[in-house]
Each structure stands twice: as C-alpha cells, then as structure tokens.
C-alpha cells in the first residue's frame, strides 16, 4: 500500500520566518493530496489540498507544491504567526478509493 | 466547525468493557470514515462506509466493528477493551463514494481512556 513520509517531526520558527513541511509518498497512482492542520484537542481541519495535474497551489499565506516524478509535495506557510502553531499533517489518496494514507506529523511553533 | 459531530467527547472505561461511538456526517455526505489517532501511531485509516455499505477497511481489529443507518449517522463499536486502545478516534464525512478522491471533512474526535 501506499507509505508517507513527513518530515521534520518538529519544528521552531520564530514569528514572521517562512516554514516548510515536506513529504513522500510511494504510489505513483495517488492523486491527492492534502494538507491537515491539528490544534490540541481538536480534529484535524483542511487547511490546503492539491490534485495530480496541479503542480502548485497558494491561499493567502499558505502554498503547496508538489512533483510528481520525485513523488513528494511540501507546504510552505510565509510570514508565519503564533496562531500558525500546531501539528500538520499531509496525506496521500487515489490509488485505492478515498482512504488516506498520513504522514506522522510536523509539531510547529511559531515563537513571538 | 467542519460539520461532523461525535459525542461523546470523552469517555473513560475498564479494561473488558464495551463501548459505542456515534458520528454524524456533514449535511449531504454520504461517506464516512473512520480513524484511529494514538501517540506513536499517528492518524490510521479503520474503515470506510458509504450510504449504509461497508466500503473499505483499514487497520480495523476484529474486536472493533462499525455501521452506517439510513440517516447516514454513523457507530464504531469497540469491545473486549484493552490499554492499548486508548486512543482519539475520529470520525470523517465526504460528499461521494469510494472511487474518487474527495476532501475529507473531519470530526471533534473522541478520546476514549481504558483503565
């Protein structure tokens, strides 16, 4: 089946730098990809998606790119802020119906 | 506030012992998933149904089962407990069947405790 891997684990940015989370995944059918973030708590909540046949794709602070001949995709927050902190999560999909395959998660601190 | 509910939030319970999770999908979704989230496990996909049909299984164990009801409400039943199952179980809804890749919209979760 399918494997993602997320990297880091963790990570410590001060407030107003850029962060970014990477993954790989190994089934080259998987066609989307999306971005969780988690606050304590709480469930996981969409933050930003890309398909396939997009190789990148922004929201305001948050972008995401994805090659798919390296097979691995990154999130990219800009001028991060204290309410940025959490754990993010990406996940892979497409090969088999829509489960979704998780990374093991990047816990981010945003420091003022 | 995604739209999926659960309840309870939190539930606390011996070893041996049963217990039943309720989830309720977005207004309109006819899918809903099923996860397991425990610290050195991460986010592990148990099973899938869409309207009413079992569609896809996970790392579900045999002593956990789910259903889906014509209201599309959906119940993830844990028995015979162990430690090992404390966890946060989440529920997820999608608009569509198995076979296309949809957002997935995910619930408040429940954390269940065994003693």
Not at chain 1, 61 to 88: C, G, M, W
Not at chain 1, 99 to 109: H, K, R
Not at chain 2, 79 to 88: K, Q
Request: aromatic share 10%.
């Amino acid at each position: 089946g399918e494997n993602v891997e997320q990297h880091p684990s963790t990570l410590s940015v001060q407030e107003g730098d850029s962060a970014v989370i990477k993954c790989t995944y190994s089934d080259s059918a998987s066609n989307y990809f999306p971005w969780y973030k988690q606050e304590l708590g709480k469930g996981p909540q969409l933050i930003i998606d890309i398909r396939s046949n997009v190789g990148e794709k922004k929201d305001q602070r948050i972008a995401v790119t994805l090659n798919k001949t390296a097979k691995h995709f990154s999130l990219h927050i800009t001028e991060t802020q204290p309410e940025d902190s959490a754990v993010y999560f990406c996940a892979a999909s497409g090969n088999t119906g829509n489960q979704f395959y998780f990374g093991t998660g990047t816990s981010l601190t945003v420091i003022p | 506030d995604s739209g999926v509910t659960q309840t309870p939030k939190h539930l606390i319970t011996a070893t041996g012992q049963r217990v039943t999770l309720r989830c309720s999908p977005r207004s309109g979704d006819l899918s809903v998933y099923w996860y397991q989230q425990s610290l050195d496990q991460g986010l592990q996909f148990l099973i899938q149904y869409y309207n009413g049909e079992e569609r896809a299984k996970g790392n579900i164990l045999e002593r956990f089962s789910a259903q889906q009801f014509p209201d599309l409400h959906s119940e993830l039943n844990l028995s015979s407990l162990e430690l090992g199952d404390s966890a946060l179980y989440f529920c997820a809804s999608s608009p569509r069947r198995a076979g296309g890749t949809d957002t997935q919209y995910f619930g408040p979760g429940t954390r269940l405790t065994v003693l």
